[in-house]
Structures are given as structure tokens and as C-alpha cells.
């Protein structure tokens, strides 16, 4: 799903081997990125697909929704979620979910 954002999909994997030189790697072995020494910082980046994908399904979910939602799930949702997902794909919310075209659940 997230491919049609431009996004490499998941899984990603780190080389927590190396600490010298940590690097992400794709499910197809190939490079990504390097990054510091830092393995947490390591094995989030290599986590931030999979979250994306799931975050944008929970999102389209709560939309659908939303006439039944709490007010606090609604704000949540609005506030954090929705913001999170167009930092990380530099789309509004209206496009991610056209390109996307995720079935609903």
C-alpha cells in the first residue's frame, strides 16, 4: 500500500552487527540508509513502513467510523494520527487515502 506514496515497503532490518556503521536495509537486502550508532534509533527507522501502513489503516477505519467515535478518540485522532501521517508522506490526508485506496476492513 504504502509503495503507491513513493515509500519502500516493509519489512526493513538493520545490520546491528556493524555498530560502526548501522545501516537499513529493505526486505530484498538492499540499502536504504545509514544511521548513527544509535540501535533504538535503529530499529524504529526500521519499523516506520510497517507503522505507516498501520496507522493509515486505522485512520481510514476511525473515518469510517466516526459518526460513533468518542470525543476523545475523534480528537486524537484529528490532533495526532491524521498530522503524523501527512508529516510522513508530505500529503494531505484527502490524497493519502485516494493513493492509497486501501480496502476497508
Known amino acids: 500500500m504504502i509503495e503507491k506514496l513513493g515509500i519502500t515497503p516493509g519489512p526493513w532490518d538493520t545490520n546491528l552487527e556493524d555498530l560502526n556503521d548501522l545501516c537499513i536495509y529493505d526486505s530484498n537486502g538492499e540499502w536504504i540508509a545509514n544511521l548513527d550508532s544509535n540501535i533504538a534509533n535503529a530499529r524504529l527507522i526500521a519499523t516506520a513502513p510497517e507503522m505507516l501502513e498501520a496507522l493509515i489503516r486505522c485512520c481510514i477505519n476511525l473515518e469510517d467510523n466516526k459518526a ?7 480528537h ?10 501527512e508529516k510522513a508522506t508530505g500529503k494531505k490526508w484527502e ?3 485516494a493513493i492509497t485506496e486501501v480496502p476497508h476492513d
Not at 460513533?68 to 475523534?74: A, H, K, Q, V
Not at 486524537?76 to 501521517?85: H, K, M
Open 76 to 85: 486524537i485522532w484529528t490532533q495526532y494520527f491524521i498530522p503524523t501521517i
Open 95 to 97: 490524497d493519502v487515502k
Open 68 to 74: 460513533s467515535l468518542p470525543r476523545t478518540i475523534w
